[in-house]
């Protein structure tokens, strides 16, 4: 099962990146376990520059923009 | 119980004028000039000139920069810092940006300008970068030790570099044409060029209405609500409705709401634009300079907007939108609430505790803003309420200087990311340059000749230098931040 972890304090964007993620799941079928990172030490573990960031499998896919659901499905499905 | 209906009624007064009256041509470019900073200029573009091996000659100034350009909330600004800190060019930039982005954004400025008038704006943007500076090189002295010993991994992070598109700068221009050919007050686009006379009997007896359900007392510094506020109000409740309906889903792309939230905001900056005067049984459209201004920009505005790629334009919408979500609806509660508390305080109060320009009233003014919490850009009108009441602009720029820059929530989370010694020693010393930054300015205020202020920041400076000098135990070892 993929692991799929939104980094970001809390704010809009990161609450927005999670709904497209999870949208973006359901809709393709794909089983996900999705982790909120929070702490600001865990996420400056990431080397992202702002936040939010999408890590798909402790792989970094995006940070500081909000991507659309056809691109997160695109990188859950590799 | 009458009581009560009048402070309710203060609220509601408080925020229907200021909903009529400033935010428009201000804060609706402002919003989607931020928007634009957040999505359309590339942070390494900046960042770049942060890294471990920058000299500090640059990485003060970029990371000042990168305070007015990048970051506009807490949202923003706490990583960024996080980021400079730990990866980038260490304590002392890190530390000026986030001193200067919560009062040298784009928001902030224009917003500052709007309510308290351009001379405080400039103030404030001034003394600001001076100081913020200022405090990030005395906290790189004062732990530089700690700076030099702090893990040095790679500045990969800060070393990408990319370009802005000539679209996406050509937006950001044209959105900056728009809000200054909506705020400046100057002749050419005051002045009156033509005028139309509309035959509505109805506009008087509507005047007459709302003078009734908002009264106000202009010797207090209170504002009513006029025809036209009142159209502005309606237009503006039509925005937010589309744009709910347009924009929340703009990452996704357009839907057809999206073009009608866009046409209405466009509409209202032009009607905000125009001067309507109920006269007797009919109402007068003045048509100002401003009017054509306004349209023209607003039309380069689409121009660029339609040149940009399709994820950078999304991009940008959803970055609006998202700061309209999260600083307006909080803006909003805050001017009612200041409207409320207007009602309770005796102008007496605070001619007493800050009415003239001393180092007691500006300390006053400090220890107010590090106590009281007011989420982004509510220090505002709370500040255009206490000039109202009769406070010196003095201590009112300290105010404005500690407020936003301290507050508990904000020393938490600064504290989680350099421990707390160095986040005790940051607030001392913003309490302290915040104090010096509102005697300086009321100085001037007061027609203190600029020698005596010149002499006054040299003095300050140079005790500065000493206790440090005195602290380090030897002059400061500028050298290890080259």
């Known amino acids: ?78 | 119980m009458q009581y009560t209906l009048q402070l309710v009624q203060g609220g509601i007064g408080n925020l229907a004028a200021y909903l009529a009256a400033h935010v428009l041509l201000c804060l609706l470019p402002a919003f989607f000039i931020a928007g634009a900073m957040a999505a359309l200029i590339p942070k390494a573009g900046i960042t770049r000139w942060l890294g471990r091996n920058t000299r500090y000659r640059v990485s003060y100034p970029a990371a000042a920069a990168a305070g007015s350009l990048l970051a506009v909330c807490s949202c923003t600004i706490v990583p960024l810092f996080a980021g400079i800190y730990r990866k980038g060019a260490g304590l002392g930039p890190a530390i000026t940006f986030l001193f200067f982005a919560p009062a040298g954004n784009i928001l902030a400025l224009a917003y500052t300008g709007s309510i308290l008038g351009a001379e405080f704006a400039i103030a404030r943007f001034l003394l600001c970068l001076l100081f913020g500076i200022g405090i990030g090189l005395v906290m790189a002295l004062l732990f530089w030790r700690d700076d030099a010993a702090h893990d040095a991994r790679t500045d990969n992070l800060f070393a990408g570099q990319t370009r802005m598109g000539t679209a996406a700068i050509g937006l950001l221009l044209s959105l900056i044409v728009l809000l200054l050919a909506g705020t400046l007050k100057v002749a050419p686009l005051n002045a009156a060029i033509g005028s139309l006379t509309l035959p509505l009997p109805w506009a008087g007896t509507w005047q007459a209405t709302l003078a009734a359900w908002v009264p106000f007392d202009a010797a207090k510094g209170e504002e009513g609500v006029n025809v036209q506020g009142s159209v502005l109000i309606v237009l503006l409740a039509g925005i937010g409705f589309t744009a709910w309906k347009g924009l929340e889903d703009i990452v996704e792309g357009f839907n057809r709401w999206t073009p009608i939230a866009l046409g209405l905001a466009s509409a209202t900056l032009i009607v905000a634009a125009l001067r309507l005067a109920p006269t007797g049984d009919a109402l007068e459209v003045v048509l100002t300079g401003r009017v054509p201004a306004v349209a023209a920009a607003v039309a380069a505005v689409a121009y660029f907007a339609r040149r940009l790629g399709a994820e950078e334009l999304r991009a940008w919408l959803w970055e609006s939108w998202r700061f309209v979500k999260q600083i307006f609806v909080l803006l909003l509660a805050g001017v009612f609430a200041v409207g409320v508390i207007r009602q309770l305080i005796q102008p007496e109060w605070i001619q007493a505790a800050a009415g003239s320009n001393t180092v007691l009233a500006n300390a006053v003014a400090v220890i107010f803003g590090v106590f009281m919490y007011f989420p982004t850009l509510v220090e505002v009108p709370v500040a255009r309420m206490f000039l109202d009441l009769g406070m010196h602009p003095g201590p009112l720029l300290a105010y404005l200087m500690a407020d936003p820059e301290l507050s508990l929530q904000s020393m938490l989370m600064v504290a989680a990311v350099i421990g707390r010694g160095k986040t005790a020693a940051y607030v001392g010393l913003v309490a302290l340059f915040s104090i010096v930054a509102g005697l300086l300015y009321g100085a001037w205020v007061d027609r203190v000749s600029l020698g005596w202020i010149v002499l006054g920041l040299a003095a300050f400076v140079l005790a500065l230098v000493g206790a440090l000098a005195w602290l380090n135990g030897r002059w400061p070892p500028l050298a290890h931040s080259t």
């Open chain 1, 1 to 78: 099962m993929l692991t799929v972890k939104i980094l970001g304090p809390g704010c809009a964007n990161c609450r927005k990146l999670e709904a497209v993620a999870r949208d973006a799941a359901a809709g393709a079928g794909i089983e996900a376990e999705f982790v909120k990172v929070t702490d600001m030490k865990e996420i400056m573990a990431y080397d992202i520059l702002s936040t939010p960031g999408l890590v798909i499998n402790d792989k970094v896919v995006s940070s500081g923009r909000i991507p659309s659901q056809a691109e997160v499905r695109q990188w859950l499905a590799k």
